[in-house]
T-cell receptor, first 111, second 115 residues
């Protein structure tokens, strides 16, 4: 079993929809949680960064972390065709810089 | 300013050959990371440099893989006796290196194909 599980999709939604992306993890030592966006043939780009449990909002994006359930989410409001990409969750714990990634969810926003 | 750059963008080689992949980090970033991303998967950690030294090489799959960063800036990932299973996108990232919560900035990757 992988340390971080993520539904690969693809997830197809109409423009303007609210998108919910999720990851579960097994290692309770993870403290830092990130969401990266990756366009085709490009490197991952950091979207959101959260430390420990709680919510964080940035524009149309909201990240949630529930450490008790080992579950993290990314919500995208008013989705746009330009949001079409693969979304990767990533996490790490203190003392180790290496990121552990999920396998990514491919999102398609239809105009 | 310029982001992380990687060369070449694509590399095709034959099984058994030696390859070198180069990474130029963001200027001033002391930490540098290599990851490998197979098709349909997330990046997998290979090695992390702080300055010139490899602080964590626990992700290197075997002794065919080696990386250097001799002057604390540019890094080279070296793969000996390549195998078809080495085919993947090799991603480099850099960060300021100031703490545990460092943001890692990724380059576009080198797509390696081993025939």
């Amino acid at each position: 079993q992988k340390e971080v599980e993520q539904d690969p999709g693809p997830l197809s939604v109409p423009e303007g929809a609210i998108v919910s992306l999720n990851c579960t993890y097994s290692n309770s030592a993870f403290q830092y949680f990130m969401w990266y966006r990756q366009y085709s043939r490009k490197g991952p780009e950091l979207l959101m960064y959260t430390y420990s449990s709680g919510n964080k909002e940035d524009g149309r994006f909201t990240a949630q972390v529930d450490k008790s359930s080992k579950y993290i989410s990314l919500f995208i409001r008013d989705s746009q065709p330009s949001d079409s990409a693969t979304y990767l969750c990533a996490m790490s714990f203190g003392g180790r810089r290496a990121l552990t990634f999920g396998s990514g969810t491919r999102l398609q926003v239809q105009p | 300013g310029a982001g992380v750059s990687q060369t070449p963008s694509n590399k095709v080689t034959e099984k058994g050959k030696y390859v070198e992949l180069r990474c130029d980090p963001i200027s001033g970033h002391t930490a540098l990371y290599w990851y490998r991303q197979s098709l349909g998967q997330g990046p997998e950690f290979l090695i992390y440099f702080q300055g010139t030294g490899a602080a964590d090489d626990s992700g290197l799959p075997n002794d065919r893989f080696f990386a250097v960063r001799p002057e604390g800036s540019v890094s080279t990932l070296k793969i000996q006796r390549t195998e078809r299973g080495d085919s993947a996108v090799y991603l480099c990232a850099s960060s300021l290196g100031g703490g545990k919560a460092d943001t890692q900035y990724f380059g576009p990757g080198t797509r390696l194909t081993v025939l």
